[in-house]
């Protein structure tokens, strides 16, 4: 089955000249485009030769080099530009073996209308198919987060670095929310079903005994459900608001049922603190941060 390619398009607020420049410059393409860490564009003979680029990912101290060729339109009928494509590289730690695409602009009410199809043949035969299956959606996903940035960068004039700064700094603080939640209860309330845990409980509710234990159980699971919102859930401002509640509550709660905590070697109230101002730098960063989902996926039909 013939894999489909990858469509992104997203509505710039920018005459379509400024989209081409924001697009079309190396220096620039290269802070908001993911699947570049550096363009460098070749020398060529003429105008109307293709541009030939070589360009450079690195993922960690992994780095996949390889090349490309544009040709653009400059002067259409209706104001539209496109950019057409052809791309590849010869190292085979790349799953990509060589493949083309284009980009094209526009002009619309509100500025333009900017969007890519481009699809691309892969090596290593059906073990490079199946690994496809994973790494396609990947490409997209990186493609329309890109275009996203690059969209905010003209509207608001904000950097492509400090929108990757906050992105992400907030998918760190997002799985480490994530990892705080599940454990905390999974293994005390859940697994161990800690004394601590049941005695607290008891002091704060009319339940002792197994229903106490069952109790904590029933919060322990909800714990891990609310673990779990922090990857499923995709408004993570929301959830940074509701803990700047919840963190202070849990934490007199707490101290109201078992004081003595207080003075434990790793104790309550520095742990929740330490959550509760990673909570408040959580919900700042988060605003307004670049989406993939902003963009239209859908493939359509374009005569160029």
């Known amino acids: 089955m013939k894999s489909k390619p990858i469509y992104v398009e997203i509505p710039i607020q920018a005459p379509v000249e400024k989209v081409w420049e924001m697009s079309q410059d190396p220096q620039l393409h290269e802070q908001w485009d993911l699947r570049f860490s550096s363009i ?32 653009g339109t400059h002067n259409k009928k209706d104001g539209s530009k496109t950019s057409s494509l052809h791309f590849g590289t010869a190292q085979k730690i790349s799953p990509i073996r060589e493949g083309r695409g284009y980009w094209k602009y526009i002009p619309t009410n509100d500025g333009t209308t900017f969007l890519t199809q481009y ?13 496809d299956l994973l790494f396609r959606p990947i490409m997209g996903w990186a493609t329309a987060l890109s275009f996203d940035v690059l969209k905010q960068w003209i509207e608001t004039g904000e950097s492509a670095k400090s929108q990757y700064l906050r992105f992400f700094n907030s998918t760190l603080i997002t799985i480490l929310f994530f990892f705080v939640w599940l454990y905390q209860g999974l293994v005390p309330k859940i697994i ?20 106490a234990v069952t109790g904590a159980g029933v919060i322990g699971v909800l714990e891990v459900f609310f673990g779990l919102l922090w990857l499923l859930y995709r408004e993570k401002r929301h959830l940074h608001a509701l803990q700047i509640v919840v963190f202070p509550v849990l934490t007199i709660s707490s101290l109201i049922a078992m004081p003595s905590i207080s003075f434990h070697p790793i104790n309550l109230i520095t742990f929740n603190a330490s959550l509760w101002v990673l909570t408040i730098i959580g919900f700042t960063i988060t605003k307004d941060l670049p989406k993939a989902a902003r ?3 859908t493939i359509k039909v374009d005569s160029k």
């Open 295 to 297: 963009c239209k996926r």
């Open 119 to 131: 699809d691309y043949g892969v090596r290593f035969g059906l073990f490079g198919k199946l690994f």
């Open 40 to 71: 460098t564009y070749l020398p060529r003979e003429s105008e109307d030769d293709p541009q030939s680029f070589l360009y450079e990912n690195k993922f960690g101290i992994v780095s996949v080099a390889g090349w490309g060729k544009s040709i």
């Open 192 to 211: 161990a079903k800690h004394p601590e845990e049941v005695s607290m409980l008891s002091k704060l509710s009319f339940m002792d005994g197994e229903s």
